[in-house]
C-alpha cells in the first residue's frame, strides 16, 4: 500500500506542476507618470527616493537605456498599448481623441481579454480616459469613462507658483497638504484597490494596470512625503547642455523651449520646485 500512496502522491504533484506549467503568467503592469530617470536605481538624482522601485528592479531587468515613442502623453502611452508608433497611427498630439484616429485599433488589454485573461486596471493609463471597450473592468467606473478616483486639491489655486500669463499650464504647481493618504486619495485609492486585486483568487490568469499620476504636475501630495527633503538640502538638477536642442527639429524646439524654467527661476522657486518633485515621486514609490 505504501508504494501505491508514494506513487499516487507523485502523481498529484507532476499534475499540479504540469497545470502550474499550463497556465499563462499573471501580469501587474504600473506606469508613473512625468517620472524620468529621478530613480535611485537609475541614478537621476542623488536624492531621489525610491526603495519600493529599487526593489523592484533588484529583483528583475533593469532597462537603462529607454526611450518612449513621443514626447507627449498621449501618442506615448497610445503607441505602447497599440504598439503603433505616432507615424502610423496618425495620433501625434494631447488634443487628439484616440477612437477618432484610431477606431479599430485593439489595444493591449483587449488583447489579453481575447486570449483567455481577465483585463482589469485603475488610474492613468492612457490619456485621461479609460477606453472601457479594451477592459473587463476598471476602478473607479469604467462606464465613466474617467481613470481617476477623487483626490484632494486646495481651494484657492495657484499655492506656490504664481501665474505668468495664459501661456502656463494650470497644473504648475505644488503643496506639502495637511491630509493623511487616505483623505489625498487619488494614487492612494488606485494602489488600494489594486492590493485588493492581487489579494483575490482568480479562476483566469489576469492582467491588472496600476496607474499612477504623481509625479505629473501639480505637486501636491501629503507634507510627510516633503519631510525627507528639507529646503535647505536640495541639491540643483542635473545640468543640461547648452546648444542641447540644436539638433533637434523645429517642432520639438518648440516643445521643449518653454518658459516654465525661467519663470520658476524669476520667482527664484527652483528649489521648491525640486523639493516638490522629489516629494511626488516619493509618494507615487
Known amino acids: 500500500m505504501k508504494p501505491i500512496r508514494q506513487f499516487l502522491a507523485i502523481g498529484a504533484l507532476l499534475c499540479a506542476q504540469a497545470n502550474a506549467a499550463a497556465r499563462p ?16 536605481c537609475l541614478g537621476g538624482h542623488p536624492q531621489a527616493k525610491t526603495p519600493n522601485l529599487d526593489r523592484l528592479a533588484a529583483s528583475g531587468v533593469l532597462f537603462r537605456n529607454a526611450y518612449c515613442a513621443a514626447p507627449s502623453c498621449n501618442p506615448s ?3 505602447i498599448f497599440s504598439g503603433l508608433p505616432p507615424h502610423r497611427s496618425g ?3 494631447n488634443p487628439q481623441k484616440m477612437r477618432e484616429v484610431m477606431p479599430q485599433a485593439e489595444l493591449l488589454p483587449r488583447y489579453f481579454s481575447r486570449h483567455g485573461y481577465t483585463a482589469t486596471g485603475s488610474g492613468k493609463m492612457l490619456h485621461y480616459i479609460i477606453d472601457p471597450q479594451s477592459w473587463d473592468d476598471y476602478f473607479p467606473d469604467k462606464a465613466t469613462d474617467n481613470p481617476f478616483p477623487r483626490t484632494f486639491h486646495p481651494a484657492q489655486r495657484p499655492v506656490s507658483l504664481p ?25 492612494w485609492l488606485v494602489t488600494k484597490w489594486i492590493g485588493e486585486q492581487l489579494q483575490r483568487a482568480h ?5 491588472l494596470a496600476c496607474g499612477i499620476y504623481r509625479p505629473h504636475e501639480p505637486w501636491f501630495v501629503p507634507k510627510q512625503y516633503f519631510e525627507p527633503f528639507p529646503l ?10 547648452e546648444g542641447d ?28 520646485g525640486i523639493q ?3 516629494a511626488s515621486i516619493y509618494f507615487a514609490d
Open 232 to 241: 535647505e538640502s536640495i541639491q540643483p538638477g542635473p545640468g543640461v547642455k
Open 203 to 207: 479562476p483566469q490568469p489576469f492582467f
Open 91 to 93: 495620433l501625434y498630439q
Open 163 to 187: 501665474r505668468a500669463g495664459p501661456w502656463q499650464y494650470v497644473e504648475t504647481d505644488w503643496a506639502a497638504l495637511d491630509v493623511t493618504d487616505e483623505q489625498f486619495g487619488g494614487d
Open 276 to 278: 516638490a518633485y522629489l
Open 77 to 79: 502611452r497610445t503607441a
Open 25 to 40: 503568467p499573471n501580469v501587474l503592469f504600473i506606469a508613473l507618470d512625468d517620472l524620468n530617470d529621478w530613480v535611485g
Open 245 to 272: 536642442l540644436d539638433d533637434v527639429p523645429p517642432t520639438g524646439q518648440r516643445i521643449g523651449r518653454n518658459r516654465y524654467f525661467a519663470h520658476i527661476q524669476e520667482h527664484k522657486q527652483w528649489k521648491q
